[in-house]
């Protein structure tokens, strides 16, 4: 099954926040997904498994990257 992780930066005390919508954003999507706040360089990291690495790559460039409150640090598939 394709995995993606994705790690994310966000601002100080917003971490909760995209948290909640990066779950919203997943809830209309067939896809299993972990996402968690983290301390260390990253402030969250999202793990996304789906049958279709396409849907996944559709996802995370469609709908995680557009968002302006975090920034993208580095996503990969395996």
């Not at 909760?16 to 969250?44: A, F, H, M, P, R």
């Not at 789906?50 to 996944?56: G, H, M, Q, W």
């Given at each position: 099954?394709?995995?993606a992780y994705?790690?994310?930066?966000?601002?100080?005390?917003?971490?909760?926040?995209?948290?909640?919508?990066?779950?919203?954003?997943?809830?209309?999507?067939?896809?299993?997904?972990?996402?968690q706040?983290?301390?260390?360089?990253?402030?969250?990291?999202?793990?996304?498994?789906?049958?279709?690495?396409?849907?996944?790559?559709?996802?995370?460039?469609?709908?995680?990257?557009?968002?302006?409150?975090?920034?993208?640090?580095?996503?990969?598939?395996?």
């Amino acid at each position: 099954m394709p995995t993606a992780y994705v790690l994310l930066n966000s601002d100080l005390g917003s971490d909760e926040s995209i948290i909640n919508e990066v779950k919203q954003i997943l809830s209309d999507e067939n896809v299993t997904y972990e996402v968690q706040g983290v301390y260390g360089v990253y402030d969250i990291v999202l793990k996304l498994s789906s049958d279709d690495a396409e849907k996944l790559r559709s996802i995370i460039t469609n709908k995680i990257m557009r968002r302006s409150s975090y920034n993208l640090c580095f996503h990969n598939f395996s």
